[in-house]
Nanobody, 130 residues
Framework: VQLQASGGGLAQSGGSLRLSCAALGFSLDDFHIGWFRQAPGKEREGVSCISRSSMSPSYADSVKGRFTISKDSAKNMVYLQMSSLKPEDTAVYSC????????????????????????WGRGTLVTVSS
């Protein structure tokens, strides 16, 4: 069971990037997914999350209106579309998964940034230049 985050890179302020989270060895339809980031010298913070039902995705206040999370069940992928990037978005972004048996979709939606995740993927670095 693995999660692989990809799509990071260098972007200019105001630019866009799309991150991908691939699930290997399990179906994302059985898991709730969260995106997290950790900037240098800072604690990890939740960015966005989507339940297995894909209803009511959540966003951190700092990215609302700029980031969009989505899931493609056919490809077993979750995406994080990041637009209007700011230098403060610079961080290592990771995706994480927690199974539906631990939380229902409604339970997950109320605590997705503090949930106990079962699997974490290696992060991808996003650097936004000013």
């Amino acid at each position: 069971v693995q999660l692989q985050a990809s799509g990071g890179g260098l972007a200019q302020s105001g630019g866009s990037l799309r991150l991908s989270c691939a699930a290997l060895g399990f179906s994302l339809d059985d898991f709730h997914i969260g995106w997290f980031r950790q900037a240098p010298g800072k604690e990890r913070e939740g960015v966005s999350c989507i339940s297995r039902s894909s209803m009511s995705p959540s966003y951190a206040d700092s990215v609302k209106g700029r980031f969009t999370i989505s899931k493609d069940s056919a490809k077993n992928m979750v995406y994080l579309q990041m637009s209007s990037l700011k230098p403060e978005d610079t961080a290592v972004y990771s995706c994480a998964a927690v199974g539906f048996r631990r939380y229902s979709s409604s339970q997950f939606n109320t605590r997705c940034f503090t949930a106990g995740y079962d699997y974490w993927g290696r992060g991808t670095l996003v650097t936004v230049s000013s």
